[in-house]
């Protein structure tokens, strides 16, 4: 039905960047509303950042100014541009949308900042 697949994860030093990239498919998959979300060892999945279709975005405090959401409707693709990169960033980050009342998510990819 919809399938999102999470690519672009590494490690990265502190204050470096990474783009991460979900590419979204499937019989009903449409892109409409993607978000990304993150969740760090021992701790609850949280919210990142939001795109709507209209190009309309929201993002979290903690990485506002420092993250960067953007789509390809074309492509089925959201981006999320990562810079200024901090430990606390450390995560496994999933993509994830909502169709038809029903929450998809990808396999997450890891991001690990460190020195």
């Known amino acids: 039905q919809v399938q999102l697949v999470e690519s672009g994860g590494g490690l990265v030093q502190p204050g470096g960047s990474l783009r991460l990239s979900c590419l979204g498919s499937g019989s009903i998959f449409k892109f409409y509303a993607m978000a990304w979300y993150r969740q760090a060892p021992g701790t609850e999945r949280e919210w990142v950042a939001t795109i709507i279709s209209d190009g309309r975005t929201n993002y979290a405090d903690s990485v506002k100014g420092r993250f960067t959401i953007s789509g390809d409707n074309a492509k089925n693709t959201v981006y999320l541009q990562m810079n200024s990169l901090k430990p606390e960033d450390t995560a496994v980050y999933y993509c994830?949308?909502?169709?038809?009342?029903?929450?998809?998510w990808g396999q997450g990819t890891q991001v690990t900042v460190s020195s």
């Open positions: 994830n949308t909502v169709l038809y009342g029903k929450n998809y």
